[in-house]
């Protein structure tokens, strides 16, 4: 998507993603401004030293919370597109402090798509997860909830004009809060833990992650929820990858984890167009307006699940992955 002379802001802008995604857009596009929206102002002062706002710069940094309504409001003036990343995200955390993760990932939510269509933006992504599909936990039900707000948007904008789609994918490679430093960090005591040994999990990188959500913002008419093809991994072959000599303590399955990740459910399948890179699904009360003419429905039955995949990452794309997220700073001790 071209992103030249697009007033562009992201909320949770200060997180890995976020970081990812005004590298990309800086190198490659010339944004008319790209806002950085977060609660925290020692990131956005970290931030500000890689990527400043004076001297011409397109870069804006805004303090603020999804929950404040009247603060979304106040961002989102004269802003064409708006990526909405920012949510609580660690399993464990929404699972003991459930009212704060409604209130972030459900309420925050319903706060963006107030202020979209009250300030006349254009086109707004949410970043969701495989864990929204058939959630066990909370953080995932949250999502689920946050995904069906923002699909449902477009008919509560009406003919305002402002769009609302959603991208959903797997982990992400070198993103905060993945197993992949935890089981660096444990491989310098020469032991590991691991919960199960048949899981899978889907991967992608951050690049990717941030070049998925550009073409979806292209591709969005309104209503879509996007989901990219991406490999599986078995969580044994990632630890035999990153910790060859360590011996294993198998801990058990944790409250809220599932085995194996879906991202596409046999529910959705039925209103849901594939396409080479990607499965676009749509509403199943209408047919979406996009522009899908190489696009084919999904067979009766048919599920993404992260088992079941016919990607699998190969031992060399691992070594890959591994040695370029060795390299992000934020990983290092």
Known sequence: MNLDNQSILITGGTGSFGKKFVETVLAESQPKRLIVFSRDELKQHDMRQKFPDGGGSPMRYFLGDVRDAERLRRAFVDVDIVVHAAALKQVPACEYNPFEAIQTNVIGAK??????????VKKVLAISTD????????????????????VHGNFYSGDRGTRFSCSRYGNVIGSRGSVIPVILEQAKTGRITITDRRMTRFWLTLDQGVRFVIHCL??????????????????????????????????GIRPG???????VSEDEARHTLEMPEMFVIYPHYIRTNGNWSKATPLLDNFRYTSDSNPQWLSAEELEKLIGETACLPELQS
């Open 257 to 263: 984890e599932k085995l194996h990740e879906v991202l």
């Open 131 to 150: 864990k929204a599909v058939n959630p066990v936990n909370l953080y995932g039900a949250s999502k689920l909830c946050a995904e069906k707000l923002f």
């Open 111 to 120: 706060n963006v798509i107030d202020a979209a269509i009250d300030r006349g």
């Open 218 to 251: 292209d591709k969005m008419a309104g209503g879509e929820v996007f989901v990219p093809r991406i490999p599986s991994l078995g969580i044994m072959e990632l630890a035999s990858a990153l910790a060859p000599n360590a011996a294993i303590d198998y801990v």
